[in-house]
């Protein structure tokens, strides 16, 4: 199954929030994947943006039950920044809850119709290089946020709706990167041909940082 030929595949690129939100390293990686998967197609994912933002709001508000009495017996036992995000989790408003779950079927229905037409797309799987230990901020798009809450920004609105996914290093320096592999729901045997091609082909690996 893995050693299945994939050039029947329509595989399209993902556009919009997947190439605005990144550093020149994750436009790189990703034309990279591209060019070994012989596609220019572009597609877009519509409302990825607020479909961020409600995945967001679910997994706050969702952890923050999950660890609710732990964070009142033990709070000091969670890291500060964790228990600060839970805390937050925990005050969203009920009906802003809601509205993020009613958005997120929309939101399903409408990526599943992408699906229609193609059969994989790629998007970026961070929007940069694994940060430096102790780095806190990096600047996206202009605006200087905080680290560990936004290297999702791009999984996010897939993982959010339940779509299989590989995520593929590709070699750059000083750092390899990320590319997801995205597929329908229950086609994981797709994601895991095209990686498997890939890593065929020598256009995905993961080797040591230079000096190590």
């Known amino acids: 199954m893995l050693a299945q030929e994939i050039g029947d595949l329509r595989i399209a690129i993902a556009g919009g929030y997947f190439q605005n939100n990144v550093f020149p390293e994750a ?6 994947i591209a060019g070994a998967l012989g596609t220019t197609r572009m597609i877009e994912i519509p409302e990825a943006a607020r479909a961020r933002a409600a995945a967001y709001v679910i997994t706050a508000c969702e952890g923050a039950s999950l660890h609710l009495d732990r964070l009142r017996r033990r709070p000091n036992d969670f890291d500060p ?23 997120r079927r929309w ?12 059969d994989v797309i790629i998007a970026p799987a961070t929007p940069c ?27 996010q609105p897939i993982s959010f709706i339940g ?31 095209v990686a498997f091609a890939l890593e065929r082909a020598g256009a995905v690996s993961a080797p040591p940082p230079r000096g190590l």
């Open 129 to 155: 290089v694994a940060p430096k230990l102790g780095q806190a901020t990096f600047v996206l798009d202009g605006v200087e946020m905080a680290v560990r809450p936004n290297m999702g920004v791009h999984t």
């Open 81 to 103: 920044a964790v228990r600060d995000r839970l805390l937050a989790g925990a005050m969203i408003p009920a009906p802003l809850v809601d509205r993020a779950q009613k958005f």
């Open 27 to 32: 436009i790189e990686a990703v034309a990279r």
């Open 163 to 193: 779509l299989p996914v590989v995520a593929v290093p590709v070699p750059l320096q000083p750092m390899p990167i990320g590319v997801q592999i995205i597929a329908a729901p229950w086609r994981e045997d797709i994601v895991l041909r």
């Open 107 to 118: 939101y399903r229905a409408q990526v599943l119709e992408l699906f229609k037409s193609v």
